[in-house]
């Protein structure tokens, strides 16, 4: 069996497992967000009675992030939702936020689910990890089974931790070779989603293998696994493996079992590259799939550089700014929106210092180069939200972000164009006015 058939095997109590079985699940661990744990909850309260009590308090994970630092009344009655029915049902991880106005004074609040869920151990091999987000899948970095799921299936996980679900046939991805230092899994993920396209892996699990991939941190192979949704994914995955077990040795007490494909396992197809022939890469508008090089969109005129995101917002998203930022000595030519993903992120930028800038820390760096302060942690522009989000595209710009998708409407307005570029790519661009290819700066 595929590593995904075996852990939906074990997580069903099943001996064996194809693709195109139906099954019942039994889920680790349940998530929600603002944005569609109230719905979820709704479904929940509507089909179990009002008080019915949820599975198992200690294996909901709630986390505030998408529209939080806002005045927009229904955004903020969202949070209220998630926060009284955590108390009610005593939910025992619900990372709540009440001052707005100074994230600082929410101990408990964290910021992007994805990057949070990881921080906080609650990926863990082997495991099946369902969250009402399509980019729950980015915790397949840790060799477990992550997807997203709908309200209605959330509210019945909500009562019963359990889901049926179809197995999904696997599709290989080999990446050999030595990794450029121009280039991130960004770039290795826009290759194959520009190679196999948005519908390519349309319910099919993506298995992520090969020296590449084992040279990879956990932050890197979370940017890969994170955007499989983008390619159609029902999951991805990572083997897990030393660097696994070094990230999780101080995240998580609770025991866990990692598994592996077996050698004679199944495939649908594979598919093989080799990196270290890889050059930086954007995804034009409006798609994820519009691949091109960096370099052959130079004459591209950009308005805004953003930053940020459970793709693009993580530690090592911010330190490869800021090589790139050091490397120039420059300026930005272009309002450049820093969003970190996590409180735990916020403080790395202002505490980590940076490999050969002589002690500074991200955030000496990012002054010094002119670009805004870094924001409140939380998802703000990536998915547009209400008005007054930080960074929300309000006018027609044209944009490079570091997030996961381009389509018209995301960040904001619907004539807003979207180049997706990795933290590389992105610094690069706002130093320059233009989509740039990093090079042009690291060297």
């Known amino acids: 069996m595929t590593m995904t058939e075996k852990i939906l095997a074990r997580a069903s109590e099943k001996p064996h497992l194809r693709p195109g079985d139906n099954v019942w699940v039994n889920v680790d661990v349940f998530m929600t967000n603002d944005i569609s744990g109230p719905g979820s909850i709704d479904i929940f309260n509507k089909e179990f009675g009002e008080n019915a009590k949820v599975w198992d308090r200690e294996k909901i994970v709630v986390i505030p992030d998408h529209y939080i630092f806002t005045n927009d009344e229904r955004a903020n009655r969202n949070?209220?939702?998630?926060?009284?029915?955590?108390?009610?049902?005593?939910?025992?991880?619900?990372?709540?936020?009440?001052?707005?106005?100074?994230?600082?004074?929410?101990?408990?609040?964290?910021?992007?689910?994805?990057?949070?869920?990881?921080?906080?151990?609650?990926?863990?091999?082997?495991?099946?990890?369902?969250?009402?987000?399509?980019?729950?899948?980015?915790?397949?970095?840790?060799?477990?089974?992550?997807?997203?799921?709908?309200?209605?299936?959330?509210?019945?996980?909500?009562?019963?931790?359990?889901?049926?679900?179809?197995?999904?046939?696997?599709?290989?991805?080999?990446?050999?070779?030595?990794?450029?230092?121009?280039?991130?899994?960004?770039?290795?993920?826009?290759?194959?989603?520009?190679?196999?396209?948005?519908?390519?892996?349309?319910?099919?699990?993506?298995?992520?293998?090969?020296?590449t991939i084992e040279s990879l941190s956990m932050e890197e192979r979370m940017t890969l696994c994170n955007m499989v949704i983008e390619a159609g994914g029902k999951?991805?995955?990572?083997?897990?493996?030393?660097?696994?077990?070094?990230?999780?040795?101080?995240?998580?007490?609770?025991?866990?079992?990692?598994?592996?494909?077996?050698?004679?396992?199944?495939?649908?197809?594979?598919f093989r590259f080799d990196i270290s022939k890889l050059e930086p890469l954007v995804a034009k508008p409006h798609s994820p799939d519009n691949r091109a090089l960096a370099r052959e969109c130079k004459d591209i005129k950009i308005d805004r550089v953003y930053i940020g995101s459970c793709t693009g917002g993580k530690t090592e998203d911010f330190l490869a700014a800021a090589k790139v930022f050091l490397a120039s000595g420059k300026k930005v030519k272009v309002p450049t929106f820093l969003v970190p993903a996590t409180q735990k992120v916020w403080l790395d930028i202002y505490t980590l210092t940076v490999p050969g800038s002589g002690g500074k820390t991200c955030s000496q760096i990012f002054k010094e180069a002119g670009c805004d302060t870094p924001a409140s942690p939380s998802c703000a522009a990536c998915m547009g939200g209400p008005k007054d989000t930080y960074a929300r595209m309000n006018e027609a710009q044209v944009c490079v972000s570091t997030t996961n998708r381009n389509f018209p409407g995301r960040m904001g307005h619907k004539e807003g164009q979207i180049y997706l570029a990795s933290p590389y790519t992105a610094a690069a661009s706002a130093l320059a006015g233009y989509v740039t290819d990093p090079r042009e700066f690291l060297y």
Do not use: W
């Open 79 to 211: 949070v209220d939702i998630l926060r009284e029915f955590s108390m009610e049902q005593n939910i025992k991880y619900f990372y709540d936020i009440k001052d707005r106005s100074n994230f600082k004074a929410n101990p408990d609040y964290k910021g992007v689910c994805h990057i949070a869920l990881a921080q906080e151990g609650h990926c863990r091999p082997g495991e099946v990890l369902l969250g009402t987000d399509s980019h729950t899948c980015t915790a397949g970095a840790f060799g477990q089974f992550a997807t997203g799921i709908g309200n209605t299936e959330a509210g019945f996980v909500l009562g019963t931790g359990k889901l049926l679900l179809k197995v999904p046939p696997t599709l290989r991805f080999v990446m050999d070779g030595e990794m450029p230092d121009y280039l991130l899994a960004k770039d290795l993920i826009l290759q194959i989603i520009g190679e196999i396209s948005v519908a390519g892996a349309t319910y099919k699990s993506m298995e992520f293998v090969g020296t």
């Open 235 to 270: 999951n991805g995955v990572v083997s897990a493996d030393s660097t696994t077990f070094k990230y999780l040795e101080d995240k998580t007490s609770l025991p866990y079992e990692p598994v592996y494909s077996d050698a004679e396992a199944s495939f649908l197809s594979e």
